[in-house]
T-cell receptor, first 112, second 115 residues
Framework: KAGVTQTPRYLIKTRGQQVTLSCSPISGHRSVSWYQQTPGQGLQFLFEYFSETQRNKGNFPGRFSGRQFSNSRSEMNVSTLELGDSALYLC???????????FGSGTRLTVV | DQQVKQNSPSLSVQEGRISILNCDYTNSMFDYFLWYKKYPAEGPTFLISISSIKDKNEDGRFTVFLNKSAKHLSLHIVPSQPGDSAVYFCAASDSSGGSQGNLIFGKGTKLSVKP
């Protein structure tokens, strides 16, 4: 079956702009989590959605937001981009029956 | 403060030998632990997990050991193969809040297996 799909794979934005990243989970998976990976901080949890509700949130400023649709697809939005937001953004999905979260290949965001 | 620590940024082993990757954690509420492998330009790939009610879980060449009293877990790969060369991440989860989606990751250990 198809894995977790993230679009776009690469993105270049200018400081101050906003960006929306998309994640399509594995069919049947209702839990979607987002992570930010940077060389200095490693993988950091952003938020988790389950059945269109945010179930958990990490320690990121309010500029980072997300949502989940009824088909479990999820988007994350970053407003007023800063240079420090340059990172690999990873989405992971799970059936919520077990802990086998499957990750997508990520979206590489570069802010210039 | 890092709740999950992988103190060895890199590890080099000979093909056919054992690779041992270590991970320490500080939060006693963590009740599930996972190991992921990551290649460049790809997302992490789930390898193996262990619940806090167990002290060992085995899957083929991969075995994870959990020492709750020491707040320490390790991943053993036997025998190591060149294809195992990647960055390995330890992750932990506290499901007491009803969610397993908040994984806390270590900074990773880069494993190099030399032929």
């Amino acid at each position: 079956k198809a894995g977790v799909t993230q679009t776009p794979r690469y993105l270049i934005k200018t400081r101050g702009q906003q960006v929306t990243l998309s994640c399509s989970p594995i069919s049947g998976h209702r839990s979607v989590s987002w992570y930010q990976q940077t060389p200095g901080q490693g993988l950091q949890f952003l938020f988790e959605y389950f059945s269109e509700t945010q179930r958990n949130k990490g320690n990121f400023p309010g500029r980072f937001s997300g949502r989940q649709f009824s088909n479990s697809r999820s988007e994350m939005n970053v407003s007023t981009l800063e240079l420090g937001d340059s990172a690999l953004y990873l989405c992971a999905s799970s059936s919520d029956v077990n802990y086998g979260y499957t990750f997508g290949s990520g979206t590489r965001l570069t802010v210039v | 403060d890092q709740q999950v620590k992988q103190n060895s940024p890199s590890l080099s082993v000979q093909e056919g030998r054992i690779s041992i990757l270590n991970c320490d954690y500080t939060n006693s509420m963590f009740d599930y632990f996972l190991w992921y492998k990551k290649y460049p330009a790809e997302g992490p790939t789930f390898l193996i997990s262990i619940s806090s009610i167990k002290d060992k879980n085995e899957d083929g060449r991969f075995t994870v050991f959990l020492n709750k009293s020491a707040k320490h877990l390790s991943l053993h790969i036997v025998p190591s193969q060149p294809g195992d060369s990647a960055v390995y991440f330890c992750a932990a989860s506290d499901s007491s809040g009803g969610s397993q989606g908040n994984l806390i990751f270590g900074k990773g250990t880069k494993l190099s297996v030399k032929p």
